[in-house]
């Protein structure tokens, strides 16, 4: 079953088909290529409107509301009527602001959103680009993010804007140190940083039980990197409006909105990678197994966004720079000694 209901098994089939249509293979390669983008776009903008509610009923739930009910059967087209409301509003620019950069700060934040999907594997063998550097492609692509908000900000002509904007300069560049050594200890155990290497390393026990200390250092770091509570000082609405975003309405706004609900599935889709195994599971085809995974992983975000309280500034860098990046360094120089005193017991 797992087989035959594979992503894999699923392009074969398709390529065999267009095959008989199409002599020259280059061509096949490239429509199979263009399938594959269009899939990941797919996932992104399906997934924010998927998440968007569930994340609104979860809160609900948590809170003791009902949440949205109106629109369609439960709520569930709440979303589809907040994008089109979105698409109806009026584009407006703030008067003085620098046009060129306000208009690519959100496009540009997106992009790098949407490149990390690359080198996810879904399923066996289902991964568009499986690099024996994914991991630092990864990191080095998902660091992109941090210049569209800075842009965003200075170039509203706005003073909470800009704010914010150096706000998500300070908090994504000091997490992002501590998932980084996160995600080295698994490194360190498996000895690649391909993706599918990572996975097939778990085939006997996911590195969640290997790693613990690094999957909540990956966790709490992943939290402040999406901008999301209780790490959300880029746009705390109690102090600086809506951050960057301020000056933005409609599709622009909706643009930085859906990068951040792309950032989210990333994060889980990487925790689910590295901690949980991956596609790797019984009975069920692989890509549902790690559909299953990163719904998992996206609750566990959004049960912690609606339980903790915001913090301060300052409590954010402090606890980035004094606290969980010492954790992390010490899980990486715990996991090294581990490693050479098993080789040198063995």
């Known amino acids: 079953m797992q087989e035959s209901m594979g992503l894999f098994t699923i392009a074969t089939i398709l390529r065999e088909i267009m095959s008989q249509y199409v002599s020259n293979p280059q061509w096949v390669d490239l429509f ?5 983008i269009g899939g990941i776009f797919t996932l992104i903008s399906m997934a924010a409107i998927v998440l968007v509610y ?3 009923k979860i809160s609900a739930y948590m809170q003791m509301r009902i949440g949205p009910n109106r629109v369609g059967l439960w709520g569930t087209l709440q979303s589809v009527a907040d994008m089109i409301k979105l698409m109806s509003k009026e584009d407006i ?6 046009k060129w950069m306000w208009v690519l700060a959100p496009v540009l934040l997106f ?3 949407a490149l990390v999907y690359a080198v996810f594997p879904f399923d066996q063998h289902a991964i568009f680009a499986d690099l024996n550097i994914g991991i630092f492609y990864f990191l080095a692509v998902a660091s992109q993010s941090t210049l569209p908000f800075l842009m965003a900000g200075w170039a509203s002509n706005n003073k909470y804007s800009l704010l914010g904007g150096m706000r998500t300069v300070a908090q994504m ?3 992002e140190v501590p998932i980084a050594f996160s995600i080295l200890g698994v490194v360190m155990l498996v000895g690649s940083m391909r993706m599918s290497d990572i996975v097939a390393a778990q085939q006997d026990v996911w590195f969640i039980c290997l790693q613990p200390v690094a999957f909540v250092v990956y966790i709490i770091a992943a939290i402040a990197e999406t901008n999301r509570a209780p790490f959300d000082l880029v746009e705390s609405e109690s102090e600086l409006i809506a951050g960057p975003f301020t000056e933005y309405s409609g599709m622009r706004w909706a643009l930085f909105f859906l990068a951040e609900y792309a950032n989210l599935l990333a994060a889980s889709a990487i925790a689910t990678t590295l901690f949980l195994g991956g596609w790797s599971g019984p009975w069920l085809p692989g890509w ?3 559909l299953l995974k990163v719904g998992l992983m996206i609750f566990l975000f959004m049960w912690l966004r609606w339980t903790f309280p915001r913090l301060r500034v300052d409590q954010l860098m402090t606890f980035g720079w004094k606290i969980l990046l010492p954790v992390a360094l010490g899980n990486v120089l715990i996991t090294g000694i ?4 098993y080789k040198f017991l063995g």
């Open 32 to 36: 199979m290529a263009l399938i594959n």
């Open 54 to 56: 569930a994340e609104r």
């Open 93 to 98: 620019m703030p008067i003085g602001a620098d």
């Open 111 to 113: 992009i790098p959103s």
């Open 173 to 175: 560049l000091s997490y």
């Open 288 to 290: 549902l197994w790690f």
């Open 338 to 341: 581990g490693i050479y005193t």
